[in-house]
């Protein structure tokens, strides 16, 4: 069983920063590629960033790119997403969310274990 907590959520105002964190368990965490997905009220959950299990390979959905960074730490079973320029539209729950190593994919459908989520509220 393929354990993933998030945390690092909380309230912002626009323009700000988060660190969201995924500790992974019963994994090896090595094996798995990595992804950051976020749902928000009335809308169907959305890719935001991906990682490959070696860390050299990222891929990130266009709202994104050039505010948020994901980063892996293997030894420490970790995945982070650095969150910065901070803009009300990015207010979603986040998950986290681990698929064998195959294809840096931004499918959700393609992802094996997800985490339970953590809220990111961004103010005006």
């Not at 299990?53 to 050039?66: I, L, R, W």
């Not at 969150?83 to 998950?95: F, G, H, I, Q, R």
């Not at 094996?112 to 990111?120: E, L």
């Amino acid at each position: 069983q393929v354990q993933l907590v998030e945390s690092g959520g909380g309230l912002v105002q626009a323009g700000g920063s988060l660190r969201l964190n995924c500790a992974a368990s019963r994994i090896t965490f090595s094996n798995y590629n990595m992804g950051w997905f976020r749902q928000a009220p009335g809308k169907e959950r959305e890719f935001v960033a991906a990682i490959s299990s070696s860390g050299g390979t990222t891929k990130y959905a266009d709202p994104v790119k050039g505010r948020f960074t994901i980063i892996r730490d293997n030894a420490k079973n970790t995945v982070y997403l650095q969150m910065n320029s901070l803009k009300p539209e990015d207010t979603a729950v986040y998950y986290c969310a681990s698929r064998r190593a195959f294809v840096v994919s931004r499918s959700s459908d393609q992802y094996d274990y997800w985490g339970q989520g953590t809220q990111v509220t961004v103010s005006s």
